[in-house]
């Protein structure tokens, strides 16, 4: 099933949690809804799932207008971050809770429902858990229970309200290959709210980064960490140095720092922000007249494959942060407290939004 949603606005009381929101879910595809926690994500959901109602604007379900219609009526199945599960039930009867509750014309027999939960276990790799209860499980589970319930009414679309958000980290990185793994087997539209970038990335088909009840950005996840659309999806998808200064005829200068900006050959005297990420710069033992950003080794970090290293600035122009593979960093033989040099690989240069007027082009890519 196609999901489209057209020009949905919604307030509460002065605040603005949707904004002309307009976009395309397509069928088959697992999208990531992802921003901040307030951007508006978790209310798009709802309004998809019919949940919640908007002020103005439509939800399309395969081109048919769905914004009339009862939740019980949209066939969408929903993953809430707390589970959700009913305590007093065991595995088994929270599976087939759904299918029992079905009009009685529609309601399976209680053979189809007793075959249809234990694959659904199978499935989710939790067979072997039939009889237990909810408080006897692990959170992920949990969770992976009330992922088979939500599928056990046949949903044509999948809606996940940050579903490993209350997990830790290790069992949330295995879960979401896991749900990748389970959407390439289904190919149900699916779309799940986050606010952890790395998760994102790593499960979805595409992305839709939202900041403050709008759309910064919609991609693949290669498009918008290769290539943000704005400062904030630069800046939300990972770690990035800043370099503040003024952009004046095709060149950014920032201290001792310059970043070639050739669409910028006709602007003059505007502040502008060159963005690079920690990978994106290149280390190397400084020299008497080295090309490149003179800095202090001040802390290294190297567990792993790569080394952190934080940088201080000759020209006082602030720290920078540093990854280079640890078999470098071994090589290079780094001490904290001595003199490097770094130079940009690749960079991407904003006009600061109080300048944007100033000049026809917001941003220039340096590769």
């Not at 879960?175 to 699916?190: A, E, G, Q």
């Not at 003179?294 to 952190?308: D, E, K, M, S, T």
């Amino acid at each position: 099933m196609s999901i489209e949603v057209q020009h949905i606005n919604k307030r509460f009381g002065n605040f603005v949690a949707l904004n002309d929101i307009s976009l395309n879910f397509p069928a088959g595809e697992l999208t990531a809804l992802l921003g901040p926690s307030g951007c508006g994500k978790t209310t798009l959901l709802r309004i998809i799932a019919g949940l919640e109602s908007p002020d103005s604007g439509s939800v399309l379900l395969d081109g048919q207008d769905a914004s009339a219609r009862h939740v019980r009526e949209r066939q969408v199945g929903f993953v809430f971050q707390h589970y959700a599960l009913f305590k007093h039930m065991t595995v088994f009867e929270n599976i087939a809770f759904g299918l029992r509750v079905k009009r009685r014309s529609e309601r399976p027999s209680e053979a189809v429902i007793r075959d249809k939960v234990h694959k659904l276990l199978e499935l989710v790799q939790l067979d072997w858990l039939a009889d237990r209860y909810p408080p006897q499980l692990s959170g992920g589970q949990r969770q992976r229970i009330a992922l088979a319930r939500a599928l056990a009414v046949e949903p044509r679309v999948l809606l996940l309200d940050e579903p490993f958000g209350a997990l830790d980290a290790k069992v949330r990185k295995e879960l979401r290959r896991w749900l990748r793994r389970l959407h390439d087997d289904l190919h149900v539209t699916s779309i799940f709210v986050t606010h952890d970038q790395e998760e994102a990335l790593e499960v979805a088909d595409q992305i839709v980064l939202m900041n403050k009840g709008n759309v910064e950005q919609l991609g693949t996840p290669a498009d918008v960490y290769n290539h943000p659309a704005s400062p904030f999806v630069y800046g939300f998808l990972g770690n990035v140095n800043l370099f503040h200064g003024c952009v004046n005829e095709g060149v950014l200068e920032s201290g001792s720092a310059s970043f070639d900006a050739p669409d910028y050959a006709e602007t003059r005297d505007v502040k502008g922000i060159a963005y690079v990420r920690p990978h994106d710069l290149d280390v190397e033992r400084y020299t008497p007249g080295a090309e490149g950003i003179a800095v202090r080794l001040q802390r290294a970090h190297a567990i792993g494959p790569l080394a952190q290293l934080e940088l201080e600035r000759d020209d006082n122009h602030g720290l920078l942060e540093a990854l280079i593979s640890s078999d470098r960093f071994t090589q290079l033989g780094l001490k904290e407290g001595e003199m490097l040099v770094v130079r940009p690989k690749r960079s991407r240069v904003f006009i600061e939004p109080a300048q944007a007027g100033k000049t026809a082009s917001a941003a220039q890519e340096i590769r």
